[in-house]
């Protein structure tokens, strides 16, 4: 029987994908050139560092770790002008009732995610106190898909990876699960997220129901 859910945060928490998205871009424009929101999905659950090194392969752009530093604190900056208009309003659908459903099942619940920004994002939607372990990109060494972030979040609740759900939206993260030996729920499209135990259209589809057709599966 399952014990724990981890959560991604962008994507599956709150939307801040597309901050991301919006912030990588700007950068890019000054740089001479734009991404796509196609491009963005390689992106998507990868650390702050490895996302700027793709995105200079894109532009064929070859710069000293000095110049990538102002970059990503310039990245950063526009992140944070765009993340500190959130507020609760700003969840997902059903990820509340998810949370306190699993909250009055006594299942743990920790917060897996390469966000450097993930605590107070977490604090703005109000919602921190509902999660058991957090675990971002500030004590993180390996970016998705290497299972390190989902592998320490289980640890921090004192529960075997296999007895974990990792829900995700990323291609990175899902493989990350499956890696972990988690079974793995992708939240967005069935064709970038093929890999997955289970895929749901979005985050409305993650019902009450669902999730506890998944908690009482005896594997």
């Given amino acids: 029987m399952f014990k724990a859910v981890i959560f991604d945060l962008d994507g599956v928490i709150v939307d801040t994908a597309k901050y991301h998205f919006e912030a990588w871009n700007e950068l890019a424009k000054k740089l001479g050139f734009e991404i796509t929101t196609?491009?963005?999905e390689q992106l998507k659950g990868v650390s702050r560092i490895k996302s700027l090194d793709?995105?200079?392969e894109w532009g064929h752009?070859?710069?000293t770790q000095e110049q990538k530093d102002i970059l990503l604190i310039q990245k950063n900056k526009t992140y944070l002008e765009f993340i500190?208009?959130?507020d609760k309003s700003d969840i997902l659908p059903e990820i509340v009732n998810v949370l306190n459903y699993l909250k009055s099942n006594n299942t743990a619940i920790a917060l897996g995610s390469a966000s450097k920004n993930a605590l107070p994002i977490l604090e703005k939607l109000g919602i921190k106190s509902l999660?058991?372990?957090?675990?971002?990109?500030t004590v993180v060494e390996k970016a998705k898909p290497n299972p390190e972030v989902f592998l320490k979040a289980a640890n921090k609740l004192g529960v075997a990876p296999k007895d974990c759900i990792v829900i995700e939206d990323a291609r990175a993260g899902v493989e990350a699960a499956n890696s972990a030996k988690m079974l793995s729920v992708g939240i967005g499209s069935k064709e970038v997220l093929s890999n997955a135990n289970y895929i749901l259209e979005d985050t409305?589809?993650?019902s009450e129901k669902f999730l506890d057709s998944l908690l009482k599966n005896e594997k």
């Fill in 61 to 63: 752009i070859d710069l």
């Fill in 38 to 40: 196609h491009q963005n």
């Fill in 131 to 137: 999660f058991d372990a957090i675990v971002d990109g």
């Fill in 54 to 56: 793709i995105i200079l």
């Fill in 84 to 86: 500190n208009r959130l």
């Fill in 204 to 206: 409305s589809k993650l």
